[in-house]
Structures are given as structure tokens and as C-alpha cells.
């Protein structure tokens, strides 16, 4: 589902999403088909609920938004990892 859909369905709503499918240009990311994996009536339930299922099944590419959002804007962030010596 695109969010202009899920925007009509879900009106004024916290929703936990995943992207079924996604792409990147430059830092943003693209969520061009998205699930529905709850809603909730605050933000801090929906954060909780994305940290219960992130914990699960971290390569899960999920987002929590807002429906009042007109569009997505998601950037991606560059982590630098710490490399023990060898």
C-alpha cells in the first residue's frame, strides 16, 4: 500500500509500518509499498511495539509515522563502527 492510501485509511493515527519495498537516492530512503503492521493511539505505544518486533527481527525495515505526515521524508544515516585492533 502506498502512504497517500494508508492516509485515507488510517486518519489522525500512530501506524508501525514496514516497507515491502524500498530503494535509495543519495541519503533518502524510498518506501514505495508499505504494510501495516499495527496502530496505536500515542507515539510512545507505537515505539514500543517497534522495539518489541525490531528486537525479533532486526532486518525488518520498519517505520513508525504519524498520518497527520502528508509524505515521508526518511534519511538515512551513515554509522561508523569501531573495528578492534587484530
Known sequence: MQWPDIRRRYPNQWLLLEALEAHTEGDR??????????SFED????????AELHHTAPTRDL?????SRETLEVRERQW?????AA
Not at 530512503?29 to 499495527?38: F, H, P, Q, T, V
Not at 561508523?80 to 578492534?84: E, N, P, S
Open 80 to 84: 561508523l563502527g569501531i573495528r578492534a
Open 63 to 67: 517505520y513508525v509515522f504519524h498520518t
Open 29 to 38: 530512503r524510498i518506501l514505495d509499498e508499505l504494510a501495516i503492521i499495527g
Open 43 to 50: 507515539s510512545q505505544s507505537a515505539l514500543r511495539g517497534y
